[in-house]
């Protein structure tokens, strides 16, 4: 797999080049910060994205400007499938099956440095396709992700992860592929439902984060 970009000027695409590319390796999942602000381009941004060898991949964290590349950090590699990396202003999020079924891991910025993997979520279920958000309300990080046939919800605040909550538990159906936006204290979360097989519909659910407690 070669990933592409394509640096965008106010006035039209500028040629594109190739950003990441390897006969050894196959890449995926290029992913952005969630809070990206179209306004406020940093002089260094970063992106993730998955390494994959054999039955193993690795989570990169590349450094770049306009310019061109900077440097590479591995998020993680640790012998294991490390997929669908997501983040924030300063927290990544991504499942592994390094335990034998899929459980759900983050890793913090502080400015210079991430700190080792550290486990999110752990049980006999799998815990997959997690959503990262900051909204700049606070120090409030917000976690999205499907565990079993339910969408779980769950707060990153004061340095530690809060309880999670089933936000589909009402539902019988098989709920997936969730997703957050919103800003401030205001968000919503949305998410697949199905209905029967090849045939989903979206459902919205709304979110307020009231310091520093929440209802759905």
Known sequence: FVMLILPSLSLGFDSSYVFISSPLFDYKNPTFKN?????NYESVEQILFEKHSGTSSEIIV??????GDISDYIL???GAMNVNPSFTDNMAVWQSNKNGNWDLYYSVYDGASWSPPLIVDSTSSDETNPQIHFTGYVDIR???YKRDNDIYFRRYW????????????????????????G?????????????SPGNNEVIRQNLIIDYPTYAV
Do not use: H
């Not at 809070?35 to 306004?39: A, I, R, S, V």
């Open 142 to 144: 917000c976690l999205v």
């Open 76 to 78: 993680v590699s640790n």
């Open 62 to 67: 590349r450094n770049y400007n306009f310019n």
């Open 35 to 39: 809070n990206q602000d179209p306004y």
């Open 158 to 181: 004061g340095g530690a992860w809060l309880p999670d909550t089933n936000i589909t538990s009402g539902l019988s159906e098989d709920c997936f592929n969730p997703q957050l936006y």
């Open 183 to 195: 800003s401030g204290y205001n968000m919503s979360i949305f998410y697949l439902k199905e209905l």
